[in-house]
């Protein structure tokens, strides 16, 4: 019935139309302000759109001639390298000494962010808990090395506009002073155990200058507000200050804390009386990349290496990125000391770099595509939010996807474009003997724009 209803119906819309046609046909219909646009067939069969990536190449010799005139630009030093490479077939467009190993700075987060989606999942969380100590009244602050924790300084209006909203360490004090007085508990003892991350505090090739100058905090398990006190220093020492700080805020709920608060390693098996979670893994990694955060990336390469039974340690991370790139088929031109790029000892070509993002970008892996929407938007978004002003590229801006890289003398630059054919083709600038930052950045972000207008 519901078939013959339909058929019907057909029959009276064409009929319909075939009078509207006949007794209009020789009428103009007079002009109107704002005419209603056409409205879009309705397409039964076939594909509404074209797949990304069916595009055309652009042709191979115009686009190489102008990208290797560009990268000629005195500003990007000597050591400078780069490629681009169709995304779907991995054949490169232009090969510019792709090969060298570079100082890659934070492009290197492009690597973190493949590493612990592929090692992880996009939707694990990570959780700070509170459990059970050896006594009755003894509770444990457990961290799980999440660095997103929001403390007491960050009001809850003040979450609720980051992305992803971060776990709350006020209603991880509230839910324990739940659970505590439910068991008729007042008074307990706390103890603290960030003993999830090992080894030093800091990685191989971080400059002593970092922390105090606030690029990044000591490495911890158990840390709230990435490690920034209220004036914006950094914590010498994170997981005793979130402890502090937990301590306090049970005492405004209405449990009385003892005065030391030292460390302790919470049992396998300890009873856990509350718990709050982080966002998940995919919203993490598109924070690291747009914001490059350093924190979040260093915190994200630990769990990599510990999901993959490494070393929870620096030392776990290189194998951690190894394993993972292998099982994905990147192989070579990597190699990492930590996973925000700030270790000075890192080396990455723009080959391994253009090949990721490609992996990332397959419609053969859902699993990653977060590493691609994290990227800044040029001239929108993230670290590329002030970019793409300038004559020679404000053509890239909304175009350009890219994650960026800076250290003293190096500038890099490693995302995606699509041409104007629809084609998308990854790319990665490199260069790490630059004396002028502000003349190399703008020499990237135009080569960036020569992709996205092959």
């Known amino acids: ?60 010799g115009t686009l190489a001639a102008r990208l290797a005139d560009a990268m000629g630009d005195p500003a990007l030093g000597r050591s400078v390298a780069g490629i681009v490479l169709d995304a779907v077939t991995g054949t490169p467009i232009f090969d510019g000494r792709s090969g060298t190993a570079i100082t890659p700075a934070s492009t290197t987060k492009v690597v973190t962010g493949l590493t612990v989606l592929a090692a992880m999942g996009p939707d694990a969380r990570l959780a700070t808990r509170v459990v059970r100590g050896a006594s009755a009244t003894s509770i444990i602050l457990v961290g799980g090395g999440d660095p997103t924790l929001a403390g007491p300084a960050t009001s809850a209006a003040e979450q609720q506009k980051i992305y992803p909203r971060p776990a709350s360490l006020a209603r991880l004090a509230s839910s324990t002073a739940k659970a505590l007085k439910a068991a008729k508990i007042t008074s307990v003892t706390l103890s603290y155990d960030a003993s999830l991350f090992t080894g030093p505090r800091t990685a191989p090739g971080w400059k002593p200058t970092y922390i105090p100058e606030g690029s990044v905090a000591p490495v911890s398990a158990l ?55 982080s966002g998940p893994i995919y919203a993490l990694v598109e924070r690291m990349l747009t914001h490059s955060d350093n924190d979040l990336a260093e915190a994200l390469a630990r769990h990599a290496a510990i999901k993959g039974g490494l070393p929870h340690s620096f030392e776990g991370v290189p194998a951690a990125v190894r394993r993972e790139l292998t099982r994905l088929g990147v192989t070579g031109g990597v190699e990492v000391h930590d996973g925000s790029g700030l270790s000075t000892k890192n080396r990455i070509t723009p080959t391994a770099l253009a090949r990721i993002l490609a992996v990332a970008a397959s419609p053969d892996h859902p699993e990653l595509h977060s590493l691609i929407s994290g990227l800044p938007v040029a001239g929108f978004t993230g670290t590329l939010s002030d970019r793409y002003g300038k004559s020679d590229s404000k053509a890239g801006a909304g175009l350009v996807r890219a994650k960026t890289g800076t250290l003293n003398g190096v500038n890099t630059l490693a995302g995606i474009a699509y041409t104007s054919n629809g084609r998308l083709l990854t790319f990665a600038f490199m260069a790490d003997q630059v004396a002028n930052p502000l003349e190399a950045i703008a020499a990237l972000d135009k080569m960036a724009t020569i992709v996205s207008q092959s």
Do not use: H, W
């Not at 109107?32 to 190449?57: H, N, R, Y």
């Not at 209405?254 to 396998?268: F, H, L, Q, W, Y």
């Open 1 to 60: 019935m519901v078939v013959a209803t339909l058929a019907l119906l057909q029959i009276f819309v064409v009929l319909a139309g075939i009078y509207v046609i006949t007794q209009d046909a020789d009428k103009t219909p007079a002009p109107v302000a704002s005419p209603k646009p056409t409205p879009v067939p309705l397409v039964t069969a076939g594909p509404v759109l074209a797949a990304a990536g069916d595009g055309a190449l652009p042709a191979k």
């Open 223 to 277: 840390t709230m507000d990435e490690g920034r006190a209220r004036n914006g220093a950094r914590y010498p020492d994170p997981a005793r200050a979130t402890a502090d700080a937990f301590a306090a805020l049970l005492r405004k709920n209405g449990i009385k804390v003892g005065k030391e608060v030292g460390t302790a390693k919470a049992a396998p098996t300890a009873q856990e009386l509350a718990r709050v979670e």
